[in-house]
């Protein structure tokens, strides 16, 4: 699944479950799953693209509310 993420590939990336990855549809932003099949229980997934630039914009909005000397950058 080239140029996409399952939702066990979220999982670990972000350390989280199955239930997050669906709050974070709904509530957080994050990317709405492709389906990447016609079948209708197929495989779906999540564009890398869109899943790494909203990753970039939490982690900035996340610095922006810590205090300056918590707020160091990688």
């Not at 080239?2 to 669906?22: A, K, M």
């Not at 509530?27 to 909203?54: A, M, N, Y």
């Amino acid at each position: 699944m080239d140029g996409y993420l399952t939702v066990g590939q979220v999982q670990r990336r972000f350390n989280i479950s199955r239930e997050t990855v669906r709050r974070w549809e709904g509530k957080q932003g994050f990317p709405k799953r492709v389906r990447l099949s016609t079948h209708p229980r197929g495989r779906c997934g999540f564009p890398i693209e869109e899943v790494d630039r909203w990753d970039a914009g939490r982690r900035d909005t996340r610095h922006e509310s810590l205090p300056p000397y918590l707020a160091h950058t990688e």
